[in-house]
């Protein structure tokens, strides 16, 4: 049965109309570009403030100059700097910069403050002259070409520092190494000195071992001659250390009688001790604690390049202060450093047990803490605070460790430092991967960039993206925290040393191997200038495709002294079909550049 025509309704035909509204709209349009000059227009805009292009395009509209958008002939200009890495001659200009400047890198100090100073007026006082402070680091960094670390903007992580500074009779300095300068504060010494007189200040190398004789040597004479007391220690192997010892005592002690007393138990330990350590090569390393404090105590205070142990620098921290203490009998030192530079790892070391948690990621240590190690020592641990100081760029301070790496949002910067650091065969034979030579216009001698090292790091690892290109963040990620953990182990030379003879890498002693596959197709893939100018120039020439099934010619000729044959005699056979299932990534790896 139809439905029976009724009256018009007017609201069915609105509903209509209103869920038909884009069927007879066209998706073609036209729109002005404004890509010429309007000669229609009025300009009776008021401008009091422009940027650099508005002011270029104001001066070239003054000159008569027409601009058009064009869409062709688009050309791709390719930089033959790394990123983040610089030249001799930037490096000496951007040092001579830094001199000039040095005596503006201060610390916020605490102001002045009595017994009739209420908490009300010191903590306005503090956030007035953190305040004042960072003012004049800003004005500093409105100078061209200089670039500071990205300090602590907290006031608390300061205060905590105040604080630490106040209650210590020692102020420890812990630096990496590996680059000692890079986390020195100079001016931490001098407000040391302020805050009391008979504090004293030192500098403590932590990692070295990653540190030859040698090296150490170097750094000695070099921290005697400008006045800085510093001493070289390693928590790592402290550590280790630590683990054998009482791996080899949890053996020992499940063999232990237990109707045994006490006095027989000590004297049963003693003589476990010296028989491990008859076990053990000789050395000052392994040599007990009664013998060292002897040991110490006829070294004078100065730098030398001995490799002080955990004993050893308990005993020169207990030593080392002679002078009035700010608890009556009892020896404070306070521990201050950047962030992942090992003051927490030195601790635990220290106390043979995980007093204070360790991360990978910088700033793990949120409030300072103390720590009893004797009736006459006291360790204060300060949270890891990133001074004010010159860098050349961000990239610098991902790679040694001072920002996360996890939380870079540039990661070629960062590897293309590394690159030009460590040598191509380092690279090639720690990674097990080929890196792409230099091109034949390019200097031999060059390193490799970013893109080379992380293709190859990518494909040999297998970490691709879903569109079939290798994952280069997520490979980059993994080669700077080798750099930060010394698998790719890269010491800076003290100032007057040359980094060449400082740090020698091993020569290159592999034979010429053949290319892997994957190495191949990375060369292949990259797009030179030459293959550019080569296909403009290119002649066209025309010529006829069939697409489907192969053409069967109608006749052929017959060949004397032979049959006449059909090219494909069988045409619903599928030949010349094997690149049927080939991966998209191949197909179409032009694209991928």
């Given at each position: 049965?139809?439905?029976?025509?009724?009256?018009?309704?007017?609201?069915?035909?609105?509903?209509?109309?209103?869920?038909?509204?884009?069927?007879?709209?066209?998706?073609?349009?036209?729109?002005?570009?404004?890509?010429?000059?309007?000669w229609?227009?009025?300009n009776v805009?008021?401008?009091?403030?422009?940027?650099?292009?508005?002011?270029?395009l104001?001066?070239a509209?003054?000159?008569?100059t027409?601009?058009?958008?064009?869409?062709?002939?688009?050309?791709?200009?390719?930089s033959?700097?790394?990123?983040?890495v610089?030249s001799?001659?930037e490096?000496?200009?951007?040092?001579?910069?830094?001199?000039?400047?040095?005596?503006?890198l201060?610390?916020?100090?605490?102001?002045?403050?009595?017994e009739?100073?209420?908490?009300?007026?010191?903590h306005?006082?503090?956030?007035?002259?953190?305040?004042?402070?960072?003012r004049e680091l800003?004005?500093?960094?409105?100078?061209e070409?200089?670039?500071?670390?990205?300090y602590?903007?907290?006031?608390?992580?300061w205060?905590?520092l105040?604080?630490?500074?106040?209650r210590?009779?020692?102020v420890?300095?812990?630096?990496?190494?590996?680059n000692?300068?890079?986390?020195?504060?100079?001016?931490?010494?001098?407000?040391?000195?302020e805050?009391?007189p008979n504090?004293?200040?030192?500098?403590?190398?932590?990692?070295?071992?990653?540190?030859?004789?040698?090296q150490?040597?170097?750094?000695?004479?070099?921290l005697?001659?400008?006045?800085i007391?510093?001493?070289?220690?390693?928590?790592?192997?402290?550590?280790?250390?630590?683990?054998?010892?009482?791996?080899?005592d949890?053996d020992?002690?499940?063999?232990?009688?237990?109707s045994?007393?006490?006095?027989?138990?000590?004297?049963?330990c003693?003589?476990?001790y010296e028989?491990?350590?008859?076990?053990?090569?000789?050395s000052?390393?392994?040599?007990?604690?009664r013998?060292?404090?002897?040991?110490?105590?006829?070294k004078?205070?100065?730098?030398t390049?001995?490799?002080?142990t955990?004993?050893?620098?308990?005993?020169l921290?207990?030593?080392?202060?002679?002078?009035?203490?700010?608890?009556?009998?009892?020896t404070t030192?306070?521990?201050?450093?950047?962030?992942?530079v090992?003051?927490?790892?030195?601790?635990?070391?220290?106390?043979?047990?995980?007093?204070?948690?360790?991360?990978?990621?910088?700033?793990k240590?949120?409030?300072?803490?103390?720590?009893?190690?004797a009736?006459?020592?006291?360790?204060?641990?300060?949270?890891?605070?990133?001074?004010?100081?010159?860098?050349?760029?961000k990239?610098?301070?991902?790679?040694?460790?001072?920002l996360?790496?996890d939380?870079?949002?540039?990661?070629?910067a960062?590897?293309?430092?590394?690159?030009?650091l460590?040598?191509r065969?380092?690279?090639?034979c720690?990674?097990?991967?080929?890196l792409?030579?230099?091109?034949?216009?390019?200097?031999?001698?060059r390193?490799?960039?970013?893109?080379e090292?992380?293709n190859?790091?990518g494909y040999?690892?297998?970490?691709?993206?879903?569109s079939?290109?290798?994952?280069?963040?997520?490979?980059?990620?993994?080669?700077?925290?080798?750099?930060?953990n010394g698998?790719?182990?890269?010491?800076?030379?003290?100032?007057?040393?040359?980094?060449?003879?400082?740090?020698?890498?091993?020569?290159?002693?592999?034979?010429?191997?053949?290319?892997?596959?994957q190495?191949?197709?990375a060369?292949?893939?990259?797009?030179?200038?030459?293959?550019?100018?080569?296909?403009?120039?290119?002649?066209?020439?025309?010529?006829a495709?069939s697409?489907?099934?192969i053409?069967?010619?109608?006749?052929?000729q017959?060949?004397?002294?032979?049959?006449?044959e059909i090219?494909?005699?069988?045409?619903?056979?599928r030949h010349?079909?094997?690149?049927?299932?080939?991966k998209?990534?191949?197909?179409?790896?032009?694209?991928?550049?």
């Open positions: 049965m139809t439905k029976k025509k009724g009256k018009p309704q007017l609201g069915r035909s609105l509903i209509k109309a209103k869920g038909n509204k884009f069927h007879n709209r066209s998706s073609l349009h036209t729109t002005e570009l404004n890509d010429g000059y309007d229609g227009r009025a805009a008021s401008i009091t403030e422009q940027n650099d292009l508005d002011a270029f104001a001066t509209e003054l000159a008569g027409d601009f058009t958008a064009e869409k062709l002939n688009v050309t791709v200009v390719r033959n700097t790394l990123s983040g610089l001799a001659s490096k000496a200009d951007l040092k001579k910069l830094h001199e000039q400047h040095k005596q503006f201060k610390i916020p100090r605490r102001p002045a403050w009595d009739t100073t209420t908490a009300e007026e010191l306005a006082l503090e956030k007035e002259s953190f305040i004042n402070w960072r800003s004005e500093l960094q409105e100078t070409g200089i670039i500071l670390t990205p602590e903007k907290n006031l608390e992580f205060r905590q105040w604080r630490v500074v106040e210590s009779d020692v420890v300095q812990i630096v990496d190494a590996r000692p300068l890079l986390f020195y504060c100079e001016d931490l010494v001098k407000y040391v000195a805050v009391g504090k004293q200040s030192m500098v403590l190398f932590n990692k070295c071992d990653f540190l030859t004789e040698e150490r040597k170097s750094w000695a004479e070099y005697t001659s400008v006045g007391h510093a001493v070289f220690f390693s928590a790592l192997l402290e550590s280790e250390e630590a683990k054998q010892d009482s791996s080899g949890e020992e002690e499940a063999s232990l009688d237990e045994s007393d006490e006095s027989s138990y000590e004297s049963l003693e003589s476990m028989t491990c350590d008859e076990s053990r090569p000789c000052a390393r392994n040599s007990p604690l013998t060292v404090d002897k040991k110490v105590s006829e004078p205070l100065e730098n390049s001995h490799l002080y955990k004993d050893e620098l308990l005993h921290f207990k030593t080392m202060h002679t002078g009035p203490k700010v608890k009556d009998g009892m030192v306070g521990l201050v450093g950047y962030p992942n090992g003051k927490s790892s030195t601790i635990n070391s220290l106390l043979q047990s995980k007093k204070v948690s360790v991360s990978m990621t910088p700033g240590t949120k409030h300072f803490q103390t720590l009893h190690l009736e006459d020592l006291c360790l204060c641990d300060c949270p890891g605070l990133v001074f004010p100081n010159f860098v050349s760029n990239a610098e301070m991902i790679v040694h460790g001072i996360p790496i939380r870079m949002t540039d990661h070629v960062p590897t293309n430092i590394v690159a030009s460590i040598p065969h380092i690279l090639e720690t990674y097990g991967i080929l792409p030579p230099p091109h034949e216009s390019d200097n031999p001698d390193p490799p960039t970013a893109e090292l992380l190859a790091y040999m690892r297998g970490y691709m993206t879903p079939g290109v290798p994952d280069n963040p997520r490979s980059s990620r993994y080669i700077l925290k080798d750099f930060v698998k790719l182990l890269y010491c800076a030379a003290p100032p007057g040393v040359p980094q060449d003879k400082y740090h020698v890498f091993p020569p290159d002693g592999r034979k010429k191997a053949a290319a892997s596959h190495a191949k197709r060369w292949e893939r990259k797009i030179t200038s030459g293959d550019i100018d080569k296909d403009f120039f290119r002649k066209n020439t025309s010529q495709h697409k489907g099934k053409c069967i010619p109608s006749s052929v017959a060949q004397p002294g032979g049959s006449s090219g494909n005699s069988k045409p619903w056979k010349h079909n094997t690149n049927k299932r080939e998209l990534r191949r197909v179409y790896a032009a694209h991928d550049l």
